[in-house]
């Protein structure tokens, strides 16, 4: 390990952007085979990116490969955040994080860091994983 990399860790790539109203979608019928955690952000807010980022921090601490990670951008997808908001009934606020599971909305933050750790674990011992 260098000594650059202590600092700036690598960043794994758990992404998957949502952009269209097809791939919110997409994001729910995935919740079907495993939870789908999506981050509901705005590039103007500093949080958001906080939020991002701790999240990939800590999905290296859980095997992530039992979930599905998506982002949404607030910034130019209104109608896919209001879409979300209404499908959920949620006010609109951000940053966000919701985890769906089989279409429903099982936990939700908004503007607080989660510890994805211990939500996993939670996950685990209700038999959601």
Do not use: C
Not at 20 to 49: C, H, T, W
Not at 51 to 58: A, G, N, P, R, W
Not at 68 to 92: H, P, Q, R, W
């Amino acid at each position: 390990m260098s000594f650059f990399s202590k600092f700036f860790p690598k960043r794994i790539n758990i992404w998957t952007p949502i952009e269209r109203m097809e791939e919110l979608q997409a994001a729910y019928d995935a919740s079907l085979e495993k939870p789908s955690l999506i981050v509901l952000f705005s590039n103007l807010n500093f949080s958001g990116e906080y939020v991002i980022s701790d999240t990939e921090k800590k999905a290296k601490e859980i095997d992530y490969t039992k979930m599905n990670f998506y982002l949404l951008n607030a910034l130019g997808n209104s109608s896919i955040v209001n879409k979300l908001e209404s499908d959920f009934d949620l006010a609109n606020d951000n940053p966000q994080i919701l985890i769906v599971r089989n279409n429903k909305l099982i936990f939700h933050k908004a503007h607080d860091t989660i510890n994805l750790v211990s939500l996993y674990q939670q996950m685990k011992d209700k038999n959601i994983l």
